[in-house]
């Protein structure tokens, strides 16, 4: 889809178009005030306060009736500029510009507003010329909006649009808006019964459905496996800890407003953790190491709790309880690059089995120049990131570098994918540390008996199990591979009266096999259980009929096929075993 913000004529129009917004609201709602009204990816969006009136859908036909009159009528867009005193006076009752207004600086900002016939705005600009350049646009959405993202201040109503040069460009859009909503992991997650979500367990807190539990379940065993082939020692840990713990590890100074405030029991004062780090140094500081014992590697599906702003927070993708698939790994510094060569190829690896295509490989490094943000370590810096370098390369990995992006205890690798709506998010990360294994005192013994500190890798090949979750449902649009299916396989009788009891069998031989196998031997035609299946996205339809059960064979289609087999038993208990242990899409 593409992206209007990186596009210099559509980010104007779009920008425009947020104007006309406001315009056409003004005229609608005289009372409306108006916050601000940027360009975005997918077009711009306008915070407006209407008071104690809530936008409804039938409002955005409304506005969007009024944008096209004055559109039509065709006002020149026209700017003037202004003293910071003059635009103090001239919006002196209207809080909202007050508040942007009194935060900019004179000195280095002319302060502008375009006028539109009967409407001005505060903004920088640039414009079209004249509203009447602004044909073909459409409302898309609309939500509530804290002011500043902030709870604690009052709800605004925010609109979204989008504007285009042409109709066609529009209609386009507008279609793979529809596709994108019908890929959108909310959306098959509800019609699948992967996960739902409550008002009385709380924002961002999805309950995964017996169907998505297996989902999440066959992800743990598929990563557990290959994280022990490596080497990993998994654990488990608690899911709180106390301030001092986070005191230690630093979080609590540097990451305060990402947690949920602290709760005191007895005199102990716990927070639920955002992170599993400072657990896993504990346990590596339980024993004394030596430098032959290292890489060692401490894994946990570890739930963590972090405050995420209430509009941020999306289905499974963005939530406030997630369950990590994390390893900190403690290597000995000249242990980084291989070890960082094997995470890289973990992530390669699961990406090819789940047939993840568009992924982007970012490299946060610092900024040499800022000696204030980053861990002072020159000589580990240089060694670290030249290692991190060379393996991308020598993996042959396109990667894109950000610099002074890095965190303040080490450069990082960061997997980001385009989610079916919305802007890119992390998949998968890497994070070398050298920090964290001094605050909690770790070390080894080296060759010569010396004390030495590890360095960390905070790495995490799913991310979360959440996010992981969100991703592969709109990759496969809930059609999962065989292995991934809640339900691998529907056995349809021809006709439950004279099929059933073959039906039966054929359930029962498969359900002590281990395969996930529902019988629907519902009093429905044939055709109408077969589409169900597929709209339920089953891998494997059986048709069970006469045939069948006289030659002991089975007829299957698979999703989205419709060409029908017949094989004996046991090619079919083959065909499906080699399908599941291949685990491919
Ligand atoms: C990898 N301490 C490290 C860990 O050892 C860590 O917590 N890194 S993180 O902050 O980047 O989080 C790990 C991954 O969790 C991210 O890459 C991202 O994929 C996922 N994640 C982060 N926030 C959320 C969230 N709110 N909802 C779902 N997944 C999230
Ligand atoms: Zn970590």
């Known amino acids: 889809m593409i992206n209007i913000k990186e596009n210099e004529r559509l980010s104007i129009m779009n920008h425009s178009c947020a104007h006309l917004l406001a315009q056409a609201v003004k005229h609608l709602y005289p009372n409306a ?6 360009v975005i990816e997918e077009g711009f969006y306008y915070d407006i306060d209407l008071g ?83 044909k073909y646009f459409k409302l898309i959405k609309f939500s509530g909006a804290y002011w500043k993202g902030d709870a604690k201040n009052k709800m605004l109503q925010r609109i979204y649009g989008v504007c285009f040069e042409t109709l066609e460009e529009l209609n386009n859009y507008l279609k793979e808006l529809e596709e994108a909503k019908e890929r959108d992991h909310r959306k098959i997650g509800k019609d699948l019964e992967i996960f739902m979500s409550h008002d009385l367990v709380g924002k961002g807190m999805p309950l995964w459905l017996p169907n998505g539990a297996i989902i999440r379940k066959q992800l743990e065993n598929y990563i557990y496996e290959k994280e022990q082939k490596m080497g990993y020692m998994h654990v488990y840990t608690p899911c709180v800890g106390t301030v001092d713990l986070y005191k230690t590890s630093g979080h609590w100074d540097h990451y305060k407003e990402n947690m949920f405030p602290s709760m005191k ?31 060692i590697r401490i894994g946990e599906f570890a739930t963590d709790f972090r405050y995420e702003a209430s509009g941020a927070v999306k289905g499974l993708e963005r939530v406030r309880c997630m369950c990590q698939n994390d390893a900190h790994l403690f290597v000995r510094p000249d242990q980084i690059g291989e070890e960082f060569k094997k995470v890289v190829s973990l992530i390669l690896d699961v990406y090819k089995d789940f047939g993840i295509q568009n992924y982007k490989f970012r490299l946060s490094l610092r900024d040499k120049e800022d000696k204030e943000k980053y861990f002072d370590d020159d000589e580990m810096w240089n060694m670290a990131e030249d290692k991190l370098r060379e393996v991308l390369n020598e993996l042959g990995c396109k990667y894109y570098e950000a610099v002074g992006e890095a965190a303040f205890y080490g450069p990082k690798l960061d997997v980001e994918v385009k989610p079916a709506v919305g802007p890119e998010v992390t998949l998968s990360t890497c994070q070398l540390d050298f920090l964290l294994p001094r605050r909690f005192g770790l070390s080894y013994i080296d060759k010569n008996g010396e004390k030495q500190v590890p360095v960390v890798l905070h790495r995490a090949i799913f991310g979360t199990f959440d996010r992981f979750s969100a991703f592969i449902i709109e ?19 021809v006709n439950p009266e004279f099929h059933l009891d073959y039906a039966n069998e054929i359930y029962d031989l498969l359900k002590s096999e281990c395969i996930r196998v529902d019988l629907d031997s519902r009093n429905e035609k044939l055709s109408y259980r077969m589409r169900e299946s597929q709209t339920r996205k089953i891998p494997y339809s059986l048709i069970l009929g006469d045939q069948e059960k006289e030659n002991k064979t089975i007829s299957y289609r698979k999703h989205g096929e419709q060409l029908t087999t017949t094989v004996t038993i046991a090619e079919f208990l083959t065909l499906i075993h080699n399908e599941i242990d291949l685990k491919q899409r």
């Open 52 to 134: 104690d009136e809530v936008i409804k859908e039938e409002d955005l036909a409304r506005i969007e009736k009024e944008m096209k009159k004055l559109a039509k009528d065709g006002k020149r867009i026209v700017r003037s500029e202004l003293t910071k005193e003059e635009a103090l006076e001239k919006f002196k009752d209207d809080p909202y510009k007050i508040d942007l207004i009194s935060r900019m600086d004179e000195s280095d900002t002319v302060i502008s507003c375009y006028t539109q016939g009967d409407f001005t705005d505060l903004c920088r600009g640039p414009h079209v010329e004249s509203v009447k350049e602004l």
């Open 265 to 295: 029991v007895d005199d102990e004062e716990f927070v639920l953790r955002p992170m599993n780090c400072p657990h896993h140094m504990l346990i590596y500081g339980n024993k004394l190491h030596s430098y032959r014992e290292l890489p």
């Open 475 to 493: 990759e496969t649009k809930g059609a999962f591979p065989l292995w991934l299916s809640p339900t691998q396989i529907n056995i349809i009788p």
């Open 33 to 38: 005030l108006f916050w601000v009204g940027p």
